[in-house]
Nanobody, 125 residues
Framework: QVQLVESGGGLVQAGGSLRLSCAAS????????MAWFRQAPGKERDFVAV???????YYADSVKGRFTISRDNAKNTVYLQMNSLKPEDTAVYYC???????????????????WGQGTQVTVSS
C-alpha cells in the first residue's frame, strides 16, 4: 500500500511559477512510475507528466517546455516544477503511482494504482 500526499498548490499570477511536491509512504517508491494529472472543473482528469522508475520523462503537449517532473528516491518524493503558468493551467493536480513501466500505458489514468488527494492550482490572468 502506498499513500501519496501532494503539497505546493496555490494562487499565482499568469507567468508565475509553482513547485508541487508529492510525498509517498512505503519503502518501494523507487519501483513505481510516478505521474501528475490534473482536473479542471467539469472536465476529465488529464495526463500532465510522468517519470518512470528509470527516470525517463514524458509530458503532455500543453505543458511541454514549461513543466518539469523529477523524483528524489531518497526522499520518496516526486516534484512538478511549473513555469510560465497560464490561466488554463488552473486545476486540481493529482499525484499517482503505477507499477507498470510501459510508457504507452502510463499516459492513461486507468493504469495507476494509487492516487493522492489533490492540490489546487489557480492561475489568475
Amino acid at each position: 500500500q502506498v499513500q501519496l500526499v501532494e503539497s505546493g498548490g496555490g494562487l499565482v499570477q499568469a507567468g508565475g511559477s509553482l513547485r508541487l511536491s508529492c510525498a509517498a509512504s512505503g519503502r518501494t517508491f523507487s519501483t513505481y512510475a510516478m505521474a501528475w494529472f490534473r482536473q479542471a472543473p467539469g472536465k476529465e482528469r488529464d495526463f500532465v507528466a510522468v517519470i518512470t522508475r528509470r527516470g525517463s520523462t514524458y509530458y503532455a503537449d500543453s505543458v511541454k517546455g514549461r513543466f518539469t517532473i523529477s523524483r528524489d528516491n531518497a526522499k520518496n518524493t516526486v516534484y512538478l516544477q511549473m513555469n510560465s503558468l497560464k490561466p488554463e493551467d488552473t486545476a486540481v493536480y493529482y499525484c499517482a503511482a503505477a507499477t507498470t513501466n510501459m510508457v504507452v500505458q502510463l499516459l492513461s489514468k486507468s493504469v495507476y494504482d494509487y492516487w493522492g488527494q489533490g492540490t489546487q492550482v489557480t492561475v489568475s490572468s
